[in-house]
C-alpha cells in the first residue's frame, strides 16, 4: 500500500526558507515519479516540482524554478522540496504524491495526474 507523508511545514518571513520532506512507504520509490503541490487558499491545486528517483530527472513548474528544488535522499525514502526567497504568494497547503503506475510520465506535473497523496504540511509566509 503506497503512503506518503509530508513534514517540515512552518511558518517563515518573507525571504526566508523552508525544507519539506515527504517520506514514502510502500516500497515505491525507485521508478515512480514522486511531485510537489500547493493549494493557495480559494485556489486550485498546482503542481510545483517532480522527481523521477531512478534517473533523477526534475521538472519544474516555471513560477518555481528558481527559487525551489527537488531532491531525493539517498539513503532513506524521501524527497524533498527545498524552496528559498519565500514570498506571502508561497503561502498555501503542500502537498506531494505519485502515480498509480510505475514508469509514469514524470513531465506532466498537473495535480491529476497523480493518484495517491499524503495528507499536506501547511506553509504560512508573513510579510
Known amino acids: 500500500q503506497v503512503q506518503l507523508m509530508e513534514s517540515g511545514g512552518g511558518s517563515v518571513q518573507a525571504g526566508g526558507d523552508l525544507r519539506l520532506s515527504c517520506t514514502v512507504s510502500?516500497?515505491?520509490?525507485?521508478?515512480?515519479?514522486i511531485g510537489w503541490f500547493r493549494q493557495a487558499p480559494s485556489k486550485e491545486r498546482e503542481g510545483l516540482a517532480t522527481?523521477?528517483?531512478?534517473?533523477?530527472?526534475?521538472n519544474y513548474a516555471d513560477s518555481v524554478k528558481d527559487r525551489f528544488i527537488i531532491s531525493r535522499d539517498d539513503t532513506r525514502p524521501t524527497i524533498y522540496l527545498e524552496m528559498s526567497l519565500l514570498q506571502p504568494e508561497d503561502t498555501g497547503m503542500y502537498f506531494c504524491?505519485?502515480?498509480?503506475?510505475?514508469?509514469?510520465?514524470?513531465?506532466?506535473?498537473?495535480?491529476?495526474?497523480?493518484?495517491?497523496w499524503g495528507p499536506g504540511t501547511q506553509v504560512t509566509v508573513s510579510s
Open positions: 510502500g516500497h515505491i520509490l525507485g521508478r515512480r515519479c
Open positions: 504524491a505519485t502515480h498509480d503506475q510505475k514508469y509514469g510520465d514524470c513531465s506532466d506535473i498537473r495535480p491529476e495526474a497523480f493518484s495517491h
Open positions: 522527481i523521477y528517483p531512478a534517473d533523477g530527472e526534475r
